[in-house]
């Protein structure tokens, strides 16, 4: 039996392609997902095809279409006249795209870009766009009452003298006229409308976006060990400065060490941290303008990366798996600390609660006590200087007490439940 979706209605309803295959596989890229507060899991429609998935996006853009076109409405509280001229324009846009996919069938065709709605959802500012039409529907909405009030025949013109102002031949003492320009029912003659100002705006800024898109698929590689290279020599800087920031945590170097930490304690004791902050941003600013004017034009410097050794097949699986086995191993960690935390808000283990609640009660009192300016310096001073000559001693000894401390906590129990077949196949 056929099922029935209302898109008109405001349900958080999402439209998106997804992927289907058998036994549940994400295979074949045919397929739509509708998904809504009304339904209980998400409801996918298949449409299959032999080659490609053009059918497929052939109804997902009516369906967005609709949908958009509804929201459009609900958005902007369009009603009367100007509710039908909306859903018109939807309606028409669909029957634009089924007469050209009927007389180029062979033909790719983007209906996407065909309809306005689902355009004005991709185009940088297409909700200005969208703004714009709805405040040009009251304005014709407003000038239909206005008009049928007065009995007028729907056509506008401006007193003579304005007409004259506005064609100059008028100097600046006419600015209190009219400035709309000639207007003539729905037309400024010899002016820009807003619906035409933001269009052109838009225009503009998607060409800038389609360029930039060019050079990020250009920059795409494939193969995560490429990828994290790439990645690797892009934060190369900061990787810089983290190292640099923990060998002066570690004393490495005393001296500058010591430095480091009496330059911070004094910013954050004459409260001058936050401009400490506001320094570092336009210590970046300048730097792109330098950047800007030295490089004179020139073009733009390419990131030069060692490529990794080329992995076969074999190789590369082994690599997913050992990707796989540590992201596995990292979320048990989680879990295994937050079953921790959950044993001891639940005082699974009396003593070892007890002391956790202590030492929360003592950070809440010190938070209340102690003015912020100086809770940031103790809370700085105790993490720089844990391994400085005078502290690492009793640093390594505190730290060993924590662990056990730590590791003699027991976990939460945790009971795994399996979903009854009837369930998991309804």
């Given amino acids: 039996m056929p099922k029935k979706y209302d898109l008109s209605d405001d349900l958080k309803q999402i439209v998106k392609p997804e992927l289907t295959g058998p036994w549940g596989t994400r295979l074949f890229d045919k397929a739509i997902m509708y998904k809504s507060t009304s339904l209980s899991e998400p409801v996918v429609m298949e449409f299959p095809e032999l080659k490609g998935h ?52 062979s033909v790719p065709l983007r209906c996407e870009d065909l309809l306005m709605f689902n355009l004005c959802d991709q185009l940088p500012g297409g909700d200005l766009i969208l703004e714009a039409l709805a405040n040009r529907s009251s304005m014709r909405e407003l000038d239909r009452t206005n008009s049928y009030n007065d009995g007028g025949g729907g056509m506008y013109s401006i007193s003579s003298l304005a007409m004259i102002s506005n064609l100059g031949f008028f100097g600046s003492g006419s600015n209190n006229l009219n400035e709309a320009g000639l207007v003539v029912g729905e037309i400024a003659v010899g002016e820009i409308s807003s619906l035409e100002r933001v269009v052109k705006e838009s225009r503009n800024s998607y060409e800038k976006v389609v360029v930039a898109q060019a050079t990020v698929d250009e920059v795409k590689v494939d193969g995560i060990d490429t990828n994290m290279a790439v990645m690797k020599e892009l934060l190369f800087p900061l990787i810089e400065v983290g190292k640099w920031l ?3 945590a570690y004393w490495d170097n005393p001296l500058h060490s010591s430095i480091f930490c009496l330059a911070i304690t004094y910013i954050i004791c004459r409260g001058l941290l936050g401009y400490a902050f506001a320094f570092g941003l336009v210590f970046l600013a300048v730097f792109m303008v330098l950047n800007k004017y030295l490089s004179g034009g020139k073009s733009i410097h390419e990131v030069k990366v060692v490529a990794p050794p080329v992995m076969n097949t074999m190789e590369q699986l082994l690599a997913v798996q050992n990707a796989i086995s540590q992201a596995e191993g990292f979320i048990q960690d989680t879990n295994i600390v937050l079953l921790k935390l959950r044993g001891l808000m639940m005082s699974i283990y009396p003593q070892a609660s007890e002391k956790f609640s202590v030492a929360l009660f003592l950070s809440a009192l010190m938070l209340v ?58």
């Fill in 54 to 105: 053009a059918r497929r996006d052939y109804w997902l853009a009516i369906v967005r279409e609709i949908l958009y076109v509804h929201r459009f409405i609900k958005k902007f509280q369009i009603t009367g006249v100007e509710r039908d001229e909306a859903l018109s324009m939807a309606v028409l846009g669909i029957l634009r795209i089924q007469a050209i996919r009927e007389l180029s069938s």
């Fill in 369 to 426: 006590l102690v003015p912020s300016k100086y809770m940031l310096l103790m809370v700085f001073l105790e993490t720089f200087t844990r391994y400085s000559p005078l502290r690492k001693a009793s640093t390594e000894r505190w730290m060993r007490r924590l662990r056990e401390w730590w590791f003699s906590i027991p976990a939460a129990p945790v009971v795994l439940e399996r979903e009854k077949e009837d369930k998991k196949r309804k």
């Fill in 246 to 248: 923990l060998s002066l």
